[in-house]
């Protein structure tokens, strides 16, 4: 009987301490913040909730993805969501230009990409979808590269090491990869 006490005691020791650690914390997981926007999708819509710069998942919907060669089921284009005020929006389109180019995120944006170009876009606390930084590659009529860098609306000529250490954010990302529901999510 004293053991069964014990073991009783503890446990609702164990409970309380708990109860009071997370006490003041608002707990958001993604069902709680995007299920219902999910199941309002279209049957042929994916989606994927991803962890970047934003203090929230973001949430990510496309309805043509392609299998990247990893079994991942990447995308080219995607509209964006996240919580504004209490509600979830869809905040803006992103796009990257051909398959070598999937959607890819990190922790400090989501990135889109071309043969010549590439895009990191922020999600802002406020829930404002931001063009964060532009790299570009641009020839002129005798075949010469230049290179720019586009951020808080300054645009400056960089070197072409300048660029393609820029453009190795991209490629060091990670590839979103979308899917149709949970079961699937999970992959």
Known sequence: MYKTKKV???????????????????????ADIYGETIGGLEDNELFVTIDTNAPLPVLLVTSQVYDEGTGKQAALDCDVYYLVDKEVKNIGSIES????????????GIYTASGHAM??????????????EVIN??????GNAAYTMTKENET????????????EKYSNATIVSFAYGASDAAR
Do not use: H, W
């Not at 876009?121 to 964060?132: C, D, N, Y």
């Not at 590659?137 to 005798?142: K, L, R």
């Open 97 to 108: 230009m051909g398959t070598a180019y999937p959607i890819s995120y990190d922790e400090t």
């Open 119 to 132: 895009q990191r876009f922020e999600v802002e606390k406020s829930g404002t979808l931001k063009l964060a």
């Open 156 to 167: 400056k000529t960089i070197s072409e090491e300048d660029y393609y250490a820029a453009f």
């Open 137 to 142: 590659e641009q020839f002129d009529e005798n």
């Open 8 to 30: 009783v005691s503890c446990f609702v020791l164990c409970v309380l301490i708990f109860s009071l650690c997370a006490c003041g914390k608002e707990s958001k997981d993604n």
